[in-house]
């Protein structure tokens, strides 16, 4: 992700990050997102705040898109237990609505 906003930080054009495409079950390893717990290998909100720390330590002016659980459909959890970031109002949550 750190690569990705080095390449463009000069470029005016690209105005942020999004940090993942739907999150959601991963029937490989067998796990499951979740949300605030601290588990490393699951909790994709301490993921999604490292990240954008990280980018936001090369360039503080990109906005983070942070997308829900499943499928970007399950947006719960963050009434509870937002993301707090090292930048402020720099934060972006992207919400996916499917029928099925």
């Known amino acids: 992700m750190t690569y990705m ?33 601290g588990n490393v290998a699951t909790d994709w909100k301490l993921a999604a705040t490292t990240a954008a720390n990280e980018i936001h330590k090369i360039n503080p002016e990109q906005l983070i898109f942070v997308e829900g659980l499943s499928y970007a459909n399950d947006m719960s959890p963050i009434k509870t237990s937002p993301i707090t970031l090292d930048v402020s109002n720099r934060l972006i949550y992207s919400f996916h609505y499917y029928s099925w």
């Open 5 to 37: 906003t080095m390449r463009y930080v000069a470029q005016p054009m690209v105005i942020g990050n999004d940090l993942r495409n739907e999150i959601r079950y991963d029937s490989v390893n067998n796990l499951d997102a979740t949300w605030g717990d």
